[in-house]
């Protein structure tokens, strides 16, 4: 079992920041981030594997805006979110699982208790 930890979150206007953070109870080789909007589909926002590719995965709605990264020693995934938008209003929710190169939330078998991140206009 891998408990997951997340911190950050909270309100900020649009075209600011947030930092999000995620501390896993042990090694997993693939971390990342989930979001859900009221009314929405939960959708992939980033993740990163840490098998030696360390391949990145972002959703194209945050590329260029959010930065994913890895600590392989303290099993921390954070993700930098820049010029943040009303549309980036939802609930965040780390995830860990063993495959690579997925968004499938169905892979992820550890998931936090999700942080929400909250951006007015």
């Known amino acids: 079992q891998v408990q997951l930890m997340e911190s950050g979150g909270g309100s900020v206007q649009s075209g600011g920041s947030l930092r999000l953070s995620c501390t896993a109870s042990?090694?997993?080789?693939?971390m990342g981030w989930f979001r859900q909007a009221p009314g929405k589909e939960r959708e992939a926002v980033a993740t990163?594997?840490?098998?030696?590719?360390?391949?990145?995965y972002y959703a194209e709605s945050v590329k260029g805006r959010f930065t994913i990264s890895r600590d392989i020693i303290t099993h921390t995934a954070s993700l930098q979110m820049n010029g943040l938008t009303p549309e980036d209003t939802a609930a965040y929710y780390c995830v860990a699982g063993p495959r690579r190169a997925t968004t499938n939330p169905l892979d992820f078998d550890y998931w936090g208790q999700g942080t929400q991140v909250t951006v007015s206009s």
């Open positions: 990163v594997y840490s098998g030696g590719s360390n391949e990145r």
């Open positions: 042990r090694y997993v080789r693939t």
